[in-house]
């Protein structure tokens, strides 16, 4: 096997999950599920992450059939996968947890492949920071580092977070994720001060409203989101938006200016595709053809061609 | 005196705000104020309204001096301008209205001059559904019809908002107003729904988060916000929008798909000067040069150039 594009750590879970367009048990889930799949439309995923002997053998050659490297799933013997149920009846956009049965992801200790550690792109999705630092900390010195994180860890491990965002070129989170870490109640203001940190570049995804990249030096851009009549399922978005971003960097290999308002537009485009059914499911059944034309019509959106 | 490129009719009055950046009092504003003066750094806007002998000189002479055409305005002999006090203290999003004087606005009956009425153009600006109406029937059959609206007539006059959607070419409305009219929750349900009315297009400001516009046959584009750090006063905002969208649509004197979605950044574009000092102050110091550089950088931040 290669060595990945993007090695990607993350949770990998079950999901039990009510909207308003009806419920489903037990799907395919997790924030490096959803990132890898996403990303791996335009490039090849080495996924870390771990699962008990109950995850669906199925699931695993789903992910293989989408060229996504599984080697860094580990499989604890007698071990119960991750699980998460929630519904998200009153507001598509804010989840309510129903139960997270932690299972045998409370003893998570990412172990990469030795050919992950030399992918040119690491992708850290939201998973307790300590667990961030401890696979920068495997990784080859010279991947280019991008994390995502979640209110929980704002909260609960906010040094350990600041830590990690010392250490990443590039973060990723929401709105009311940068308002609530910097303090800052406008936007701008909030995209810009996470640049503090020595970052890169700081993406700040806002739902239906789209995206907005922070860059050094002023540099900004934004895009809409592609507009979505009927959202379905919305778990996972924020993680297919970042696949759907990291994976046309790493498809490009490059995070220059140009690259990363491309990226962009991917995130924004993957996210709705994302949505559009339950779990991954939308992908499974995406076309090239499809995305293609969905890339033609998010360019014209944009007034871009 | 020649013809207007855009007759445009709504309130004239003189505003007392506080924002969290301060409290000023009887300022210019007013709709068709805001929509005039964003307007006029590309076309020639001809204004229709009312105002009390207390309305000071100094402010005709500023519209004039901007190249916008008075001859619409009537000065009502003893009267009193219309005056409104509000306050945006918890959220820059939504005013706070604290008193509203109807004054000699309660009996304005728009009257065209002659020339007015041959406008290619027609603002209808945020006034009483029956008032626009009015000047529907006063104006040129040519003329391409847009008009603006607010919550209140859309609760208390559905009937005759509708009677006027329906003679009207474009409605240019925010996200809140497009949700509450026509009942959908997804604002791009929302938006599609609200042309058949037999709009050519419908478009939803949403402040902070840029504007879509929907047209026939499934068109849609999208612009975010030009991104401000500061909002000083955000009243107007809404109408330098539609007079940044309209002053592109009457300079290129055309109405395509190619027209609006430049029209649509300039909205973006002149609302977010709007909202830079109280009032229509940052229009009263904005060169040319500023400007320029300001749709150079927009058109950067969405990746057009």
Not at 173 to 198: P, V, Y
Request: aromatic share 10%; with cysteine.
């Amino acid at each position: 096997m290669s060595v990945p594009k993007i090695t990607a750590v993350g949770s990998i879970g079950l999901d039990t999950v009510t909207t308003p367009a009806g419920s489903r048990e037990e799907m395919l889930g997790g924030s490096v599920i959803h990132f890898a799949v996403s990303a791996s439309f335009q490039t090849r995923v080495g996924i870390v992450g771990v699962v008990g002997d109950d995850f669906p053998a199925k699931e695993i050659a789903f992910l293989e059939r989408r060229g996504i490297d599984v080697r860094g799933i580990e499989t604890i013997r007698g071990g119960r996968t991750f699980r998460w149920a929630g519904s998200y009846m009153n507001d598509l956009n804010a989840a309510d947890t129903h139960s997270t049965e932690l299972n045998v992801f409370a003893r998570f200790e990412p172990k990469l492949p030795a050919e992950y550690a030399r992918a040119p792109f690491l992708f850290l999705a939201n998973i307790h920071p300590q667990l961030q630092l401890h696979v920068i900390g495997e990784m080859g010195g010279k991947a280019y580092r991008i994390c995502d994180t979640m209110n929980l860890w704002i909260r609960e491990t906010r040094d350990a977070l600041r830590a990690v965002f010392k250490k990443v070129d590039m973060v990723i989170m929401n709105d009311g994720e940068a308002r609530m870490f910097t303090g800052e109640g406008n936007l701008i203001r909030a995209g810009k001060a996470m640049l503090s940190f020595g970052l890169d570049y700081c993406v700040v995804k806002k739902g239906e409203h789209g995206a907005m990249v922070f860059g050094r030096k002023g540099f900004f851009a934004a895009v809409p989101a592609y507009p979505v009549e009927r959202v379905v399922d919305p778990t996972g978005a924020g993680d297919s938006f970042a696949g759907g971003f990291a994976g046309c960097l790493a498809r490009l290999g490059r995070t220059d200016h140009a690259a990363v308002r491309q990226a962009l537009r991917w995130g924004s485009i993957m996210g709705s595709f994302n949505v559009a059914d339950f779990s991954c499911d939308r992908f499974r059944r995406l076309k090239d053809a499809q995305l293609r034309a969905r890339v033609k019509e998010f360019d014209a959106v944009c007034g871009v061609r």
